[in-house]
C-alpha cells in the first residue's frame, strides 16, 4: 500500500499563500497509473474534495478555490502539490490528500492530514 505524507500547512493570513505536499512512499506504484487527491475537511463539517489530478495530468479544482489553488505534481519526487494562493478564512481545514494507485476507482491510500488556518 502507498504511504502518503503531506506537510506545508499553518497559520496564514487572508490573501495569503501556502504550498501542500503530498508525498508518496511504499506500495509499488507508477506517478503515471495514479490519480491524487486532495481533500479538506472544515471544522464540524463534512470532508470535500478540493482538487485533483490524474495519472495523465488532468486536472480538477472544485468551483470555490477555482483560480485560486492549483495541483501538480513532481514525478521524480513522487509527490504531489496544491499551491493556494488569495487565502480566505473559509480555506480553513484540516488538508489530506488520497490516491487510487489500483486504477479501481477507489481512494486505495489517505494521508494523516495537515491542518491550515486562515485568518481574517
Known amino acids: 500500500q502507498v504511504h502518503l505524507v503531506e506537510s506545508g500547512g499553518g497559520w496564514a493570513q487572508a490573501g495569503d499563500s501556502l504550498i501542500l505536499s503530498c508525498a508518496a512512499s511504499g506500495g509499488t506504484f507508477s506517478m503515471y497509473g495514479m490519480d491524487w487527491y486532495w481533500f479538506r475537511q472544515p471544522p464540524g463539517m463534512r470532508r470535500e474534495l478540493v482538487a485533483s489530478?490524474?495519472?495523465?495530468?488532468?486536472?480538477y479544482v472544485t468551483d470555490s478555490v477555482k483560480g485560486r489553488f492549483t495541483v501538480s505534481r513532481d514525478n521524480d519526487k513522487n509527490t504531489a502539490y496544491l499551491q493556494m494562493n488569495a487565502l480566505k478564512p473559509e480555506d480553513t481545514a484540516v488538508y489530506y490528500c488520497a490516491v487510487d494507485s489500483t486504477g479501481l476507482g477507489t481512494y486505495d491510500s489517505w494521508g494523516r492530514g495537515t491542518q491550515v488556518t486562515v485568518s481574517s
Open positions: 489530478m490524474t495519472g495523465s495530468g488532468i486536472t
